[in-house]
């Protein structure tokens, strides 16, 4: 797999004019990563923004080992990196859909409750994260054991204890977290690097948040203070 899934998604997917944030190793492992936590083979999932291409890398490593999957479904706000991913399936064969969705709004009706595993890089603010973890749940299957994948920067513990008392709040449940696990082109504000934490979810709806929607990035963080 190291080799020559590696090359074939490098220069096949990657290998574009897109901006990547994520490096390629980055994008393999985190495939891998999923694949051995029983995350992939007849699972439904949901990527809630996709602009390293990690869903093509799903489809790609499913392809290459005679994986079936379930539902691929792909939500953005970024419409050429969802025409990149439609355009690109339809050319290797491979059934995904592509939303154009903004998640400041409630998700659409048909994708409430449809999925086994969400996966996300979201904003690395406090709302950001919470706001796509919050759709990310939305999404799920009301059942206990689905799970979503989240990426976020490294925080200390003062700052992780709210996050991860929200997270839970939504009914996420840690169950691994792995630092430096993703590294990036850019982000020298984080290193270069983010934590990938897997969640379980207790398939309890149950519970109410207040996410303020305008703060989710950290440019209209600077621009509300400036």
């Known amino acids: ?21 994520d490096r390629l190793e980055t994008i393999i492992r985190r495939v891998a990563y999923i694949y051995e936590r029983d995350g992939l083979e007849h699972k439904d999932f949901l990527f809630l923004g996709d602009d390293d291409l990690t869903s093509l890398s799903v489809l790609k490593f499913a392809d290459e080992f005679g994986i079936k999957l379930g539902r691929m479904t792909v ?3 970024d419409q050429r990196i969802l025409n990149y ?37 979201p904003p690395y603010t406090f709302p950001g994260i919470s706001l796509f973890a919050l759709r990310g749940v939305q999404s799920l299957k009301p059942v206990a054991g689905k799970k979503g994948v989240l990426c976020f920067s490294r925080r200390d513990p003062f700052h992780s204890r709210p996050l991860y008392a929200n997270l839970n709040m939504m009914g996420l449940l840690p169950q691994e977290l792995l630092p430096s696990f993703n590294r990036y082109v850019g982000a020298q504000m984080h290193a270069g690097t983010s934590s990938l934490l897997l969640c379980a979810f207790d398939g309890n709806l149950d519970f109410n948040t207040d996410i303020d929607v305008d703060k989710i990035y950290t440019a209209s963080r600077k621009l509300k203070k400036d």
């Open 1 to 21: 797999f190291k080799q020559k899934t590696a090359y074939e998604i490098g220069v096949r997917l990657v290998g574009s004019e897109m901006c990547i944030r």
């Open 75 to 77: 939500m953005d706000v």
């Open 85 to 121: 991913i439609q355009d690109t399936s339809e050319k290797m064969a491979w059934d995904v859909e592509t939303v154009y969705h903004d998640l400041k709004d409630p998700l659409p009706e048909h994708l409430v409750h449809s999925f086994d595993v969400f996966v996300t890089d």
